[in-house]
């Protein structure tokens, strides 16, 4: 209660209207005009005396919260220009006061201005880390081939100027890496570019088929990619490129030498030559890279030589199988003069395919045709003696034939024009046809010479020439003993008619006896009495064919079947005799 007391000696027309004591004053008025009790007085006393402290209480705990927050902001302001310090990799900044004194709002005012331009400093250094890691990140994206990202995290903790001296340092290198990379890229593009231009491509569009960004110059919004897999493809197209000009210039090499070979083969005029004057560089082994002009590799030039030599190809196959035809020609005269096997139709035709495929020169065929007509000339001259005695032969057969149509002509005794001549050459024939079987002997002798020398068959027009002597030899001995038979029949045959008719009396002309079928002769007349030309010529044919992949066995089997047919005969000839006789 005594705290709401006036101090003693303050006179209460002293007292502010708005104060504490002023108000007590008119309370205790109003209490002594109201008649308020001493009880009452006192609880509301007490009650204004506590709200008093609380309130008090409240502007003491206020302060104590302001005092505890400005030692807190002072002491995160020391902390932050602590590590403002370490961050900025400084050791002290000349700005801030060594020790602080005084209250702490003026501590805190003096260190603020300091703290401030640390952050300052701060904000620059991390737009500086941002800045080179940034390009940093902007090369390495590049280098990279991936694509850039935005957002750059800066470390705080160290953005000490020895960490930014490597970023700027790191940065260097990768810009030295970069326009090395750039440098490279350029070498290739314009390697590219003198490649298309030389082989007739357009360079653009294989640049721009490896990375659209390649055209046209660097920009801020597009630059050029230099990363590993360009720089790969960059240098797989032109090492493609490069084996493609090689590719073109060794097939232009050939096409030149092809076409410079078919003009001097061809005699081609200077005019036609000068249409293609431009293959004349092609045509050494020099190098002519320093030679080569814009479009000289492309697909055109190339289609062009190749059209020219194709033509000049036909052409050539055209005239070499005219020369082919004649060397032919020529080979097929003497082989069948000599009657000497001609090569197979395969080896002709495999010549011949040679030729019109392009596969063969005019100096191959010449040296094959001409060794065929070497060989053939040579075995012609080694055969010439037996091939003479075979025309002998021939000759001779043709006489024999002669001879046996003159004997079996009725009126070759008449007087007539011309029958003196046909008696003299009748026995002119007769002379050369005895001399036959000493020409077949020694024809046979010297065949055999012959084939033991070369150890070879000789063969005439594809026959075994020994086979078919042999052939002749048997059946001219079958015609002599078939002439003997049917002598020794017709003399039988004399004697039995003079028999019957001195026993029965003469018989008229009209007898039934059955005369000789002249049938019977015809189906042997390869046996027949003498041997006709047309035997021999018939005979040689079907040698040709019998004896082709067959042996002697042919032959015996073909003689057995003579015997045979010749011993039927003789049973027919001798039951006939035996049927007139029991008659």
Known sequence: ????????????????????????QELKLIWDEVGQDQFERERILLELEQECI??????????????????????????????????????????????????????????????????????????????????????????????????????????????????????QRLHKEKNDRLRKVEDYMKVVQNLAETMGMDSSKIISDIHPSLLGSSTAKQSKSISNTIL????????????????????????????????????????????????????????????LRPGSLSIDIIHQVESEVERLDQLKASKMKELFLRKQSELQEICNKSHLELPSESQMDKIMNLIMSGEMDHAELLVIMEEYISKAKEEACSRQDIMEKVEKWMASCEEEQWLEEYSRDETRYSVSRGAHRNLKRAERARIIVNKIPALIELLMARTKIWEEERKKTFLYDKVPLIAMLE??????????????????????????????????GPRPNTSTARPLNKSSNSSFSYASPSIRRESIISQHQSLKN??????????????????????????????????????
């Open 232 to 291: 790969e493809r960059l240098n797989s197209k032109v090492e493609e490129l490069k084996a493609e000009k090689h590719k073109r210039m060794e097939k232009l090499y050939r096409l030149g030498k092809a076409l410079t070979n078919l003009w001097n083969l061809m005699d081609t005029s200077f005019v036609d030559r000068q249409k293609f004057s431009y293959m004349n560089m092609f045509t050494s082994s020099a190098s002519i890279d320093h030679k």
């Open 1 to 24: 209660m005594g705290s709401f007391g006036m101090p003693p000696g303050f006179p209460s027309s002293a007292i502010p209207e708005s104060s504490c004591g002023y108000l007590l």
């Open 471 to 504: 052939e002749y030899t048997l059946l001219r001995r079958e015609q002599e003993e078939e002439k003997q038979r049917q002598r020794d029949k017709k003399k039988l045959q004399t004697q039995f008619a003079v028999v019957h008719g001195s026993s029965f």
């Open 546 to 583: 019998n004896y082709t992949n067959k042996e002697a066995n042919f032959y015996r089997g073909r003689i057995k079947l003579q015997k045979h047919k010749i011993l039927n005969f003789e049973e027919d000839a001798a039951s006939e005799i035996s049927v007139i006789f029991s008659g």
């Open 54 to 171: 609380e309130v008090y209480r409240r502007k003491v705990d206020s302060a104590n919260i302001s005092r505890v927050r400005l030692h807190q902001a002072l002491a995160d302001s020391e902390a932050e220009f602590t590590n403002l310090l370490l961050s900025l990799g400084e050791r002290s900044f000349p700005g801030r006061p060594e020790k602080l004194t005084g209250t702490l709002k003026e501590q805190l005012d003096a260190i603020t201005p300091a703290l401030h331009e640390m952050q300052l400093r701060r904000e620059e250094r991390v737009n500086q880390f941002r800045e080179v890691l940034t390009q940093i990140q902007r090369i390495s994206s590049e280098i990279a081939g991936d694509q850039e990202d935005c957002n750059v995290q800066v470390n705080e903790g160290d953005l000490s100027v020895k960490k930014l001296e490597e970023y700027q340092n790191e940065l």
